[in-house]
């Protein structure tokens, strides 16, 4: 049983587009909601991380809303360029556990 | 620090053959995960261990497969025998974990061939 569902699983953005992700979760005691971004032949590295006593976090061009009632977060990526193409992981983890649960993956490309 | 090393970085090997992919945490760092990544499921949790101790080996497929941390500076993932299906990228990372900082540190990954 997957706890977290992230769709879509491949995005096409032109240049200066806006890509989101979305992800969807299950356990109410999640309260760390982090990105990752991979690139190709590289471990995943955290891009931007939020906890769920704010609705929104923007660091530069990326930005994590979250929605509690409908248990969704979701990144955005604005003025999307060809070197944000990777692929993004979304995860979440609860309290002490040092455990993350961990999407599918989002390939991401984007076309200049 | 140099961050998370892991070495190999490629291997390949023949069925049967025994496989040992090694992993050097982040140094003061006190968790740290192995993960298998494959196209068909993504990033799987194999293990993961709390100040050298293993806490949830859940994730670990099949007796094949066995971990270690002998001490905090150093863990091994083995496969014996290893199998085509075993074929994946394996990932390692650590956390500085008790503290605020949540974020997990991963090397450049293991890629693992068996034929």
């Known amino acids: 049983q997957q706890q977290v569902k992230q769709s879509p699983q491949s995005l096409i953005v032109q240049k200066g587009g806006i890509s989101i992700i979305n992800c969807a979760y299950e356990n109410t005691a999640f309260d760390y909601f982090p990105w990752y971004q991979q690139f190709p032949g590289k471990g995943p590295a955290l891009l931007i991380a939020i906890r769920p006593d704010v609705s929104e976090k923007k660091e530069g061009r990326f930005t994590i809303s979250f929605n509690k009632s409908a248990k969704q977060f979701s990144l955005h990526i604005m003025d999307s360029q060809p070197g944000d193409s990777a692929t993004y992981f979304c995860?979440?983890?609860?309290?002490?556990?040092?455990?993350?649960?961990w999407g599918l993956g989002t390939s991401l490309a984007v076309n200049p | 620090d140099a961050g998370v090393i892991q070495s190999p970085r490629h291997e390949v090997t023949e069925m049967g053959q025994e496989v040992t992919l090694r992993c050097k945490p982040i140094s003061g760092h006190n968790s740290l995960f192995w993960y298998r990544q494959t196209m068909m499921r993504g990033l799987e949790l194999l293990i993961y261990f709390n100040n050298n101790v293993p806490i949830d080996d859940s994730g670990m497929p099949e007796d094949r497969f066995s971990a270690k941390m002998p001490n905090a500076s150093f863990s091994t993932l083995k496969i014996q025998p290893s199998e085509p299906r075993d074929s994946a990228v394996y990932f390692c990372?650590?956390?500085?974990?008790?503290?605020?900082?949540?974020?997990?540190?991963f090397g450049q990954g293991t890629r693992l061939t068996v034929v």
């Open positions: 995860a979440a983890k609860g309290g002490n556990n040092r455990k993350l649960i």
């Open positions: 990372a650590s956390i500085q974990a008790g503290t605020a900082n949540t974020e997990a540190f």
